[in-house]
């Protein structure tokens, strides 16, 4: 079969022959119909995410949209190296089926980022009926925007969107959310920025996709000086590492406020929790809850894939 490959680490991806994947626990392989190009795609293929396996030649795509041989459309998942999903046929562990009418490379480029944020948001929301404010530190990228996105949907009291795309900011305002610029790169800029709009009342809950200095601007803007008992907690959830991979932590803000601080992702999460949530981000992707831009190249492209950036997100789709 023709898949995209990845002989190297850090290498271009290219077209090639890739042997035929076998069926698995009484599953047959499936056509493609798309697989999103996201972050952790890159990332794993490259070898600089935690999960890469240091295996090559491999065919990268952790999900996909495939057909079955009786013409369901499925949406599949976690899919094992060095067999990934951007190949004429796939195969992965777990499957669950689109219902007609849904748009199948919305939900192939909008389901991993769409859970990055569902997760976090959905458990808090298990956990204490009343999300509270929620910041949003990354919000003009995919992901970012799609948690904001849903956690509007969840009843947020108040959302705050944090980022650099003044256009992307702009849109999210008129779905309802407070914006915060980050398009000045100065530390003191980013944390006045930030302060003067949790000030008003800290978040319950932070969802951070860049880290880095972004981090430690939040960190400086969530510090508070006094020692009095302020009584509201914030859960700060660790996401993406956009704009960095370690934050400085200052000691202070630990023992001056009720801060807990982890992180969510493969080997943080389940994949039990993660697959309980899979029908409800395909039903707001459906809806149009969860918007997905996307941009479909075919396996033949997948260089000019590869390179893609911008408001879209890249999916690969047989040629």
């Known amino acids: 079969m023709r898949a995209v490959v990845v002989n190297a680490p850090g290498e271009t991806p290219v077209l090639a022959d890739f042997p035929d994947p076998e069926p698995q626990g009484g599953r047959e392989p499936r056509d493609l119909v798309g697989a999103g190009l996201h972050n952790v795609v890159r990332g794993l293929a490259s070898g600089r995410h935690y999960g890469s396996t240091g295996t090559y ?32 046929r796939l195969i992965a562990p777990f499957e669950v089926e689109l219902e007609q009418g849904v748009d199948p490379l919305a939900v192939a480029a909008g389901m991993n980022p769409g859970m990055s944020g569902w997760m976090v948001l959905a458990a808090r929301r298990r956990e204490k009926s009343d999300l509270g404010d929620v910041l949003v530190l990354g919000a003009t990228g995919m992901s970012g925007r799609m948690a904001v996105q849903a956690a509007l949907a969840l009843g947020a009291s108040r959302v705050i969107a944090a980022g650099r795309d003044a256009q992307e900011l702009e849109r999210l305002g008129a779905l309802g959310a407070v914006t915060v610029s980050l398009g000045d790169s100065d530390p003191d800029k980013m944390a006045a920025a930030l302060g003067a709009v949790v000030a008003e009342a800290p978040p319950a809950l932070v969802l951070d996709f860049l880290w880095g200095p972004v981090a430690e601007a939040a960190f400086a ?7 009095q008992d302020e009584g509201a907690e914030t859960a700060y959830v660790q996401i993406g590492s956009v704009a960095g991979q370690e934050a400085q932590l200052p000691a202070a803000l630990l023992r001056s406020r009720r801060l807990h601080i982890s992180g969510s992702g493969a ?9 309980g949530e899979v029908p409800e981000v395909i039903a707001r992707i459906a809806d149009g809850t969860l918007e997905v831009p996307y941009t479909a190249y075919p396996l033949s492209r997948a260089g000019e894939a590869w390179a893609h950036t911008g408001r879209t997100r890249a999916v690969i789709v047989p040629d």
């Open 57 to 88: 030649p491999l065919v990268p795509g952790i999900d996909a949209v495939a057909r079955t041989g009786d013409g369901r459309l499925v949406y599949t998942g976690f899919a094992m190296p060095p067999r990934g999903t951007m190949a004429e």
């Open 221 to 227: 803007a969530l510090g508070r000086t006094g020692g």
């Open 267 to 275: 080997g943080s999460v389940s994949k039990e929790e993660t697959l």
